[in-house]
């Protein structure tokens, strides 16, 4: 009998968003970079990710290649610059997704196309420990056009591409294609997300008056 997928605990209630946020609650950015785009077949070569809540990041970004059990395509390279050199000398997969599992801990995690990243670290955790995340999850990719419903309308077509919301936020991409700096978009992203739906979420009095108290940084 097939082994059935593990699920994914996706965050669906986008209405109370920001109440969520500034609760206190602790969120993980993060991103992978992968040899292909099937989890079942193909394998990750980077992790990448940022920790943080309402006030500010926390603690350092975690970053980490991985050497996978065969030749990094040469159109994963020309896409990430990632290549066999690169990795010759990293740790194994298994390595590196406990200590990234360490060091999200119980934080919620966010990712844009959430469940390609997590389906390939669920299919990590599944083969070597017959786990997975059980982890809250937050995709912004769902969670932009929730926002900005209108972008469809436009005749460009990747509006809500990471890159693309990226440059018409004015949020500096230093490395495209890399998991740390795609893990930092993303998390500025989910951010700008909040900031410009704020009006439209439920719970907005308390919210605001929790937000003259603090001091965020939203860019």
């Given at each position: 009998m097939q082994q059935s997928k593990p699920s994914i605990r996706l965050f669906r209630d986008f209405?109370?968003?920001?109440?969520?946020?500034?609760?206190?609650?602790v969120f993980v950015a993060f991103?992978?970079?992968?040899?292909?785009?099937?989890?079942?077949?193909?394998?990750?070569?980077?992790?990448?990710?940022v920790k943080f809540d309402c006030k500010?990041?926390?603690?350092?970004?975690?970053?980490?290649?991985?050497?996978?059990?065969?030749?990094?395509?040469?159109y994963i390279t020309e896409i990430t610059h990632i290549n066999d050199c690169l990795v010759q000398n990293c740790r194994n997969v298994h390595e590196v997704v406990s200590?990234?599992?360490?060091?999200a801990q119980s934080a919620i995690l966010i990712a844009h196309n959430a469940p390609f990243d997590v389906g390939f670290i669920n299919a990590e955790m599944t083969s070597h420990r017959n786990t997975y995340i059980k982890n809250l999850v937050i995709d912004t990719l769902p969670l932009a056009r929730w926002a900005y419903p209108s972008f469809i309308t436009e005749a460009e077509k990747g509006q809500y591409k990471l890159q693309s919301l990226a440059k018409r936020f004015n949020v500096t991409v230093k490395n495209a294609h890399r998991a740390d700096d795609d893990a930092r978009v993303c998390m500025e992203i989910f951010k700008r997300i909040i900031q410009d739906t704020m009006p439209k979420q439920k719970g907005i009095e308390k919210i605001q008056m929790q937000s003259k108290q603090t001091e965020f940084n939203f860019m």
């Open positions: 209405n109370h968003l920001a109440r969520l946020f500034y609760s206190g609650s991103d992978t970079e992968t040899t292909g785009l099937h989890a079942e077949s193909d394998n990750l070569i980077e992790i990448g990710a500010g990041n926390i603690g350092n970004p975690f970053d980490e290649l991985i050497k996978p059990p065969i030749p990094i395509p040469p200590d990234f599992l360490a060091y």
